[in-house]
């Protein structure tokens, strides 16, 4: 039995603010027409848009220092004129904030949307695991700059207004991207989508149902947790997926073959213990993924 309740933040509406933080890497000068045109269409959609103080700035990968990427989230989860942060990208070092954050403030505020994927799920995997606060792990601010969202992207605002108890359905993109092309806005989707299930040949008639609650993340990053105060996944999973099971999602970015979680050690923290075969791993190009949602 669940001992606790998953916390979900208010749905986004019209009129609300939306900060804009970097807590990996930042947006360097030659690239601020990027947060120009994502805060145009944000403005269109009704929202204002709060930017932190290291949002322009990139040098070796990082906005700022560690201590002033921590800080800048801190004050913006403080901050009660925000209802939703979405960085603009990714990058590769956020764990170097993960020990400066305010985890007791982030634990007793009021739970805020927090949106992204790649070195972003560093954080996401931890703010869900350690605050039991459900996080949305989806495009990034500078994929929002484009004005014609692909039905997938555009799904972002409805998941992000769907009050707690409401539901949503997703269907994957018919295409994914192979390579990101910066000088293009929005997703470049030129490469079919494939789903494959281990164990299975290639049959299109081939077909598996499960259900369960939500968690992962960027494979490249969060396995830099392993063993750290960041990723609590056995409390995590006593405590809010006793009942309705869980399910791993897994980005893979630029990973090779040695870099992958081995099953022992996943075996040893507890990250893939097996309770009546309810967890499962899921991997896809093209679906967002809500950690702390229940995928039914």
Not at 54 to 72: G, Y
Not at 109 to 137: C, E, Q, R
């Amino acid at each position: 039995m669940n001992q606790r309740s998953i916390r979900y933040p208010k749905p986004l509406v019209a009129g609300n603010m939306i900060g804009v933080a970097a807590p990996s890497s930042g947006v360097g000068e030659s690239l601020h027409h990027y947060l120009e045109e994502s805060k145009r269409n944000m403005e269109r959609l009704g929202f204002g848009v709060m930017e932190s103080p290291s949002l322009r700035h990139n040098t070796k990968c990082v906005s700022a220092s560690k201590e002033e990427r921590a800080e800048e989230m801190n004050e913006f989860f403080r901050n009660p004129t925000i209802q939703a942060i979405i960085p603009p990208w990714g990058g590769e070092f956020l764990m170097d904030i993960l020990p400066l954050l305010d985890w007791e403030a982030l634990k007793s505020l009021p739970p805020k949307w927090v949106m992204g994927y790649s070195d972003i799920s560093t954080f996401l995997f931890a703010y869900t695991l350690i605050t039991g606060t459900a996080s949305a792990h989806g495009t990034n601010y500078v994929d929002l700059r484009s004005n014609a969202l692909d039905p997938v992207t555009a799904r972002w605002i409805d998941v992000l207004q769907t009050k707690d108890g409401g539901q949503i359905t997703q269907s994957s993109s018919t295409h994914y991207q192979s390579a990101w092309k910066p000088e293009s806005p929005g997703f470049n989707l030129d490469t079919p989508s494939r789903w494959k299930q281990l164990g299975h040949s290639e049959d299109a008639d081939t077909a598996v149902a499960f259900s369960g609650r939500l968690i992962g993340g960027c494979m490249d990053t969060i396995t830099s947790l392993i063993g750290t105060p960041y990723a609590p996944v056995q409390s995590y999973l006593d405590q809010y997926c006793a009942d309705e099971g869980t399910i791993w999602y897994l980005e893979s970015c630029e990973m090779n073959g040695g870099g992958y979680l081995p099953s022992s050690v996943a075996d040893e923290t507890g990250w893939l213990v097996c309770r009546c075969e309810r967890i499962h791993v899921w991997q896809t190009y093209r679906l967002f993924r809500y950690s702390g949602f229940q995928f039914l």
